[in-house]
């Protein structure tokens, strides 16, 4: 089962630093006992992309680190060799501010990751349509779509054609300080791509997310709508 690492990022000369997502069902409430913290899930089959509508229901409360949440591909050894490669789009927001920053990021085996911002001050209540899908007739080469339209260039990620197992997820990074971060993050009609191009279902069969401090509550009875909130 794969699992996404996500970046080593600038922003304003801030350093953006999240772990590999290496969450586990729980029911501790301790969410200052880990650096890293994640709510949300993973697909239990390969895809070849990921699609969803994510609002950030709040504004976050970050007093160290940051807090982000978003859709992927890809993981901290997923490219050749073991090598760290991904690709990820969502909102991140970091301290001291509760600024939410529309991103997408992306690491090919090799490179120090990217991080890009697409849009800042997003409000609270405001959505966006994601998705990252390798591109037809293209195998392993990826974009990022945002609102329907393309914000990428077609990136070459080597080896992932029909090998990655795509992630909705909320992050908190405590800042090695122990805080508790708060977050609501609606993922609505989160679907996955059968081909390149598209052709897109619905997610049905997951793995979950739940670190200590942090939930999943499904909105619907469909897997493919949840909030990943603290508790």
């Not at 290496?22 to 993973?42: I, L, T």
Request: hydrophobic share 35%; proline share 6%.
């Amino acid at each position: 089962m794969v699992r996404i690492s996500s970046i080593l990022a600038l922003l304003s000369a801030v350093v953006f630093l999240v772990a590999p997502a290496q969450g586990s069902k729980s029911s501790s409430r301790a969410c200052g006992s880990r650096e890293f913290s994640y709510a949300g899930v993973q697909a239990n089959e390969a895809a070849h992309g990921i699609r969803a509508t994510i609002t950030p229901l709040a504004a976050p409360d970050v007093s160290d680190g940051h807090v982000g949440g978003w859709i992927g591909v890809g993981g901290q050894q997923a490219g050749p060799r073991g090598t760290a490669e991904w690709l990820q789009t969502g909102f991140a927001s970091m301290a001291p501010e509760s600024t939410i920053y529309l991103y997408y990021e992306v690491t090919v085996p090799g490179k120090t990751p990217m991080y890009h911002e697409v849009k800042a001050d997003v409000a609270p209540g405001e959505k966006h349509d994601l998705a990252v899908l390798e591109t037809r007739g293209r195998n392993s080469w990826w974009r990022v779509w945002v609102d329907g339209k393309p914000v990428t260039r077609p990136i070459h990620l080597p080896g992932s054609h029909t090998d990655w197992y795509p992630q909705a997820l909320a992050e908190n990074w405590n800042g090695n300080t122990g805080t508790c971060n708060s977050y609501a993050y609606r993922f609505s009609n989160v679907r996955l791509a059968q081909q390149n191009g598209g052709v897109w279902h619905s997610l049905k069969e997951r793995s979950m997310f739940e670190d200590p401090g942090y939930q999943v509550v499904q909105t619907s009875r469909v897997p493919s709508n949840f909030v990943a909130t603290s508790l």
